[in-house]
């Protein structure tokens, strides 16, 4: 019995091949079956041995059959199993893009020019490098009509289209990437785990200066209206990376917080405004607006229209009091 292919490359091949059916089939969700399986380890090693016990029957069955065979048979027998194997396809292929000669053939093409014993042959070009050559043509009149006639683009453009291509997905990547985050695109976070995380780190922190309520202690007091550093999320950040005043504000943060945590933080703090601590410290700073805010023109004209009865009601008791 003989067979192309050894037996060391058709057992990993079938184990494979049948491993990789195990976990098209077997429903694991997210992780390998093999791993949430236990039991398909066991199934693959029995898949294992009997592919191994397999490949020893062959070989037995084939040296009780090699023994039955003449002396002529064997010596054929042999023959043919020691004969290699050939890609005849991939030689024909490279007869058909190179056409090359044969050496016992290459007297009908040699030429008669000798130098010092070397001798040319006439060999026709490579079809490959033809091939080549007549798609290179093709190329070049395309890009010349595209290019040079039709005026399609040219390399500022490209150069152009790349590079905002390039800075698009930049910011998307910055938008994304929270320890990217700086001063100048820090944004207010509103979920509750940066919330609950910003509290985290506010506990562990800042307390000690500003009290758990934020209060204010050594600190300033953070639940009102009043900073000395202006308020909002950007201000809020950079008091946190680069620290308060010279000589008696807070230190500088960014050399043991990352950035997304700073974010976090400076969130939870901005959330703390309009709360009511427990022993509040005396306003300091002042009153921030927020200049990104709109205008709130209902608020104006309401109060306007509340104050407009007052002063009416005002003057006629002053004229009941002058006629009286």
């Not at 695109?185 to 506010?202: Q, R």
Request: charged share 25%; with cysteine; glycine share 8%.
């Amino acid at each position: 019995m003989s067979t192309r292919t050894p037996w060391w490359i058709r057992v990993p091949v079938l184990f494979f091949l049948i491993f990789g059916l195990m976990e098209l089939f077997i429903d694991s969700g997210d992780k390998p079956a093999i791993i949430e399986y236990p039991i398909t380890q066991f199934f693959l090693l029995l898949v294992l041995m009997i592919l191994i016990a397999i490949e020893l029957i062959l070989a037995s069955i084939e040296n009780i059959m090699f023994q039955t065979l003449s002396e002529e048979g064997k010596e054929r027998y042999l023959e043919a199993k020691s004969k290699k194997f050939e890609w005849t396809w991939a030689k024909n292929l490279m007869k058909k893009l190179t056409k090359s000669r044969s050496i016992e053939r290459e007297g009908e093409i040699i030429l008669d020019h000798n130098y010092d014993g070397i001798r040319e042959l006439d060999n026709v070009l490579p079809p490959w490098w033809v091939y080549l050559f007549y798609a290179t043509i093709v190329f070049a009149v395309v890009y010349l009509v595209r290019f040079h006639v039709i005026g399609d683009y040219d390399q500022e453009l490209e150069y152009e289209q790349e590079v905002a291509a390039a800075q698009q997905a930049i910011e998307e990547y910055k938008r994304t990437a929270k320890d990217l985050v700086d001063a100048s695109t820090v944004e207010f976070l509103s979920d509750e785990s940066d919330l609950a995380a910003g509290e985290k780190i506010f506990q562990a922190n800042c307390v000690v200066c500003h009290t758990q309520d934020g209060g204010g202690g050594i600190g300033p007091n953070l639940t009102d209206k009043y900073w000395i550093l202006g308020g909002g999320i950007k201000n809020v950040f950079t008091t946190i990376s680069e620290g308060g005043r010279d000589g008696k504000g807070m230190i500088a943060w960014k050399q043991s917080l990352k950035p997304a945590e700073m974010a976090q933080v400076a969130s939870y703090v901005i959330s703390l405004g309009g709360t009511t601590p427990a022993n509040p410290k005396e306003p300091e700073g002042e009153i921030w607006i927020d200049p990104d805010a709109p205008e709130d023109t209902n608020g104006t004209e309401s109060e306007t229209e509340e104050t407009a009865p007052e002063e009416m009601e005002q003057a006629a008791d002053s004229t009941e009091v002058a006629i009286n």
